[in-house]
């Protein structure tokens, strides 16, 4: 069971209720008839929403907290009942929020930054062995993204302009073969030659794009 834990400062008359998944469990619902049943532990501050099967068993479980995002707001979610593993922990300072995701270990997976008015800044994310998988600053344009797989190894990398990839865009094995290599065009849409290769290097196929339309394919 997650437990949250609310900071003093947090507002309690504001409406806007933040809502937070903290984990889902999806079993086989065959036979089974979902049944939502809401609890609260204060319903001016916090509660929970579980959803259930016709068993009993919880599909789902969500913890709610009321508030907006204000300077000096601050919450946190914790892996036990003592709130000594934490597993999320949010705050805003100033015009700046920032939210920090946690494993069971205490390691770090997740650091996100934002503004208050919900715009994306920066984020960052760890594989559990600590192995850093991917790093991107929203604010730079445009965004040049590269994403690793948690043996280090390069997983894909790419250039994104006002929400579209655009240009080179490569895409490798996690025993570092390339595995396919295209261009993106205007609007995201692919463009010219693609080409795939197996996991040992091999030329498998290749594409020609002209601005999103697939005009021919060879396969090897």
Not at 42 to 69: C, H, Q, R
Not at 152 to 169: C, H, L, P, S, T
Request: hydrophobic share 30%; charged share 25%.
């Amino acid at each position: 069971m997650l437990i949250l834990k609310i900071n003093k400062k947090v507002s309690l008359g504001l409406r806007l209720c933040i809502l937070i998944t903290i984990f889902t469990v999806t079993p086989n619902l065959s036979n089974a008839q979902a049944i939502n049943k809401t609890i609260y532990s204060d319903t001016s501050v916090v509660g929970s929403d579980n959803t259930y099967d016709a068993k009993g068993e919880v599909l789902e479980k969500y913890y709610y907290i009321y508030g907006k995002n204000l300077p000096g707001e601050h919450w946190q979610v914790y892996y036990d009942s003592n709130f000594t593993k934490i597993l999320l922990d949010y705050y805003c300072d100033n015009d700046s929020c920032i939210t920090l995701q946690y494993f069971s270990n205490g390691k770090l997976e997740r650091k996100e930054v934002g503004t208050i008015q919900g715009q994306y800044v920066y984020e960052e994310i760890w594989c559990e062995n600590g192995q850093l998988v991917r790093k991107v600053d929203f604010m730079q344009q445009p965004n040049h993204i590269v994403n690793y797989y948690c043996n280090g190894v390069k997983k894909n990398e790419f250039n994104r302009i006002a929400g579209f990839i655009k240009g080179d865009y490569k895409w490798w094995y996690n025993n570092g073969q390339i595995r396919l290599e295209g261009l993106y065009g205007d609007m995201g849409t692919e463009d010219g030659t693609w080409k795939y290769f197996s996991d040992e290097g091999t030329l498998l196929k290749e594409e020609i794009w002209e601005k999103g339309v697939l005009k021919e394919t060879k396969e090897y």
